[in-house]
């Protein structure tokens, strides 16, 4: 079965930088879209990047200029680079991904357990 995987998570100055992984395993015929997303306690969860191939990326305002997302799909991985790092950016970061499944070519979401990340002197 399909699962997610994130690593790169932990406490960091403000101003200062975070890579996180994520890389997707199992029964995978494609990949359509890989993400972050972010929740703060008491708030929902939000988006922080997309990636749905073909050069489309989508950012959340509060992050643009700041953190970049990338793909490394001949690994089914996805990476957010996080520079310049605010307070204000931390939250559990969950990886997601929209797969199509070898088994009957099922679409579905997945979810990575998330991974925290906090920004404080």
């Known amino acids: 079965q399909v699962r997610l995987q994130e690593s790169g998570g932990g406490l960091v100055q403000p101003g200062g930088s975070l890579r996180l992984s994520c890389a997707a395993s199992?029964?995978?015929?494609?990949?359509?879209?890989m993400g972050w997303f972010r929740q703060a306690p008491g708030k929902q969860r939000g988006l922080v990047a997309t990636?749905?191939?073909?050069?489309?990326?989508n950012y959340a305002d509060s992050v643009k200029g700041r953190f970049t997302i990338a793909r490394d799909n001949a690994k089914n991985t996805v990476y957010l680079q996080m520079n310049n790092l605010k307070p204000e950016d931390t939250a559990v970061y969950y990886c997601?991904?929209?797969?199509?499944?070898?088994?009957?070519?099922?679409?579905?979401?997945?979810w990575g357990q998330g991974t925290q990340v906090t920004v404080s002197s």
């Open positions: 997601y991904a929209h797969i199509t499944s070898d088994y009957g070519r099922i679409n579905n979401n997945y």
């Open positions: 199992g029964s995978i015929f494609s990949i359509n879209a």
């Open positions: 990636d749905t191939g073909g050069g489309k990326t």
